[in-house]
């Protein structure tokens, strides 16, 4: 499975930005799909998962009530919307696949299997 992540860029603060992971495989409608986010100097964090079917999404407590995840499976694409955003939400986000059938959401980087080469998203004060 290839990922692409994209739709980063510059924003300010309390703008939004939509991000989309497109991946190339057909199967991709029975996979979970996880953001995460990286900042300069600091671990890879949870941002969001939306299991296979769309039914079920889990944030990470930074950004619930802030961003929301769906997808469109009839165009392989999991999007990401983020509102509100904040300087502290700077950092290079990617899309992850859990390759695993019908999957359900997971918080762990380790759980997924595919991982996107990520989109740089810069919030200015």
């Known amino acids: 499975v290839q990922l692409q992540a994209c739709g980063g860029g510059l924003v300010q603060a309390g703008g939004s930005l939509r991000l989309s992971c497109a991946a190339s495989a057909r199967t991709f409608s029975n996979y979970a799909v996880g953001w995460f986010r990286q900042a300069p100097g600091k671990e890879r964090e949870f941002v969001g998962a939306?299991?296979?079917?769309?039914?079920?999404?889990a944030y990470g407590d930074s950004v619930r009530g802030r961003f929301t995840i769906s997808r469109d499976n009839a165009k392989n694409t999991v999007y990401l919307q983020m509102n509100s955003l904040k300087p502290e939400d700077t950092a290079v986000y990617y899309c992850?696949?859990?390759?695993?059938?019908?999957?359900?959401?997971?918080?762990?980087?380790?759980?997924?299997?595919?991982w996107g080469q990520g989109t740089l998203v810069t919030v200015s004060s």
């Open positions: 939306i299991n296979w079917s769309g039914g079920s999404t």
């Open positions: 992850a696949v859990r390759a695993t059938l019908l999957s359900g959401v997971r918080a762990a980087g380790s759980e997924y299997d595919y």
